[in-house]
């Protein structure tokens, strides 16, 4: 299982595009969430834009959705021959009304892009198979009423990715002895909301959650003037990694 950080960065413009994390498991590429930039970045890391299999949105803020329409539209006209590809489009309950409003503005980008193109929902606590042995769970986090975490799981290894999340000990017993923990790490304590973490808050959830590696993401440019190795060390001693755009990585399968 391969993970490619392709937007580690939130609503505030920056050299970090919006959030988007490709996942590569044998006849299955996955990409979790597609804000603004995605679409490009993948062009300019090499990443296989071409041969995306499934998009799980985490929840419907634009910061994760706006590039689906640049990446359909380039799968029909950014590509010679056009996409023939099934796409398969997951995400919270309401994912199905988000894509038909998408449809009514955008036309046949969407409602016909010249590939065959489903739609589901997943409820918290919903597994769905993928294919070729992966699968994908829901898991409800506190950032907006639909919003989701999702565990993708093949051959014994296990991603977990929070999406955007507040401070919540549910969710990180949920991933609890995952191989990779990405979770968001929005903003410094100086700064903190309900519905976004802090490095503090990501030391507890990572402590509790004992990941083999804590990879971080989501950053408001605030917070990266903090030590954030130095806090999240505090509560959990593995390994961690600050992501940037086009940073990857193996999980081994077992």
């Not at 606590?125 to 950032?143: C, F, N, Q, S, Y």
């Not at 979770?183 to 973490?197: D, M, Q």
């Not at 590696?213 to 954030?228: A, M, S, W």
Request: hydrophobic share 45%.
């Amino acid at each position: 299982m391969r993970l490619t950080t392709l937007g580690t960065g939130t609503a505030s413009p920056s050299t970090r595009v919006n959030a988007g994390h490709l996942v590569e498991a044998g006849a299955v590429t996955l990409l979790l969430d597609c804000g603004s930039g995605v679409a490009h970045r993948m062009g300019a890391v090499g990443a296989n834009w071409l041969g995306i299999t499934h998009v799980a949105i985490t929840h419907f803020h634009p910061d994760h959705t706006l590039d689906l329409t640049t990446l359909m539209f380039a799968w029909k006209y950014g590509t010679l021959p056009a996409r023939a590809l099934p796409l398969v489009i997951l995400g919270p309950v309401g994912i199905t009304a988000i894509i038909e409003q998408f449809a009514a503005i955008y036309g046949d980008t969407v409602r016909a892009p010249g590939f065959p193109v489903s739609v589901r929902e997943l409820a918290p606590g919903e597994r769905v198979d993928l294919g070729d042995g992966m699968t994908i769970e829901a898991h409800k986090v506190p950032h907006t009423a639909e919003s989701v975490a999702y565990s993708m799981e093949r051959g014994g290894a296990r991603l977990v990715y929070t999406g955007d999340t507040g401070f919540d000990t549910a969710v990180a017993e949920w991933a609890r002895g995952c191989d990779l923990l990405l979770a968001e790490c929005s903003l410094p304590e100086r700064l903190a909301v309900a519905s976004h973490l802090t490095p503090a808050q990501v030391g507890v959830m990572a402590e509790i959650a004992e990941p083999a590696r804590l990879v971080l993401t989501h950053f408001y440019p605030p917070v990266l003037e903090e030590d954030i190795l130095e806090i999240i060390a505090l509560r959990y001693s593995g390994e961690v990694v600050l992501a940037l755009d086009g940073w990857s990585t193996e999980i081994e399968e077992r």
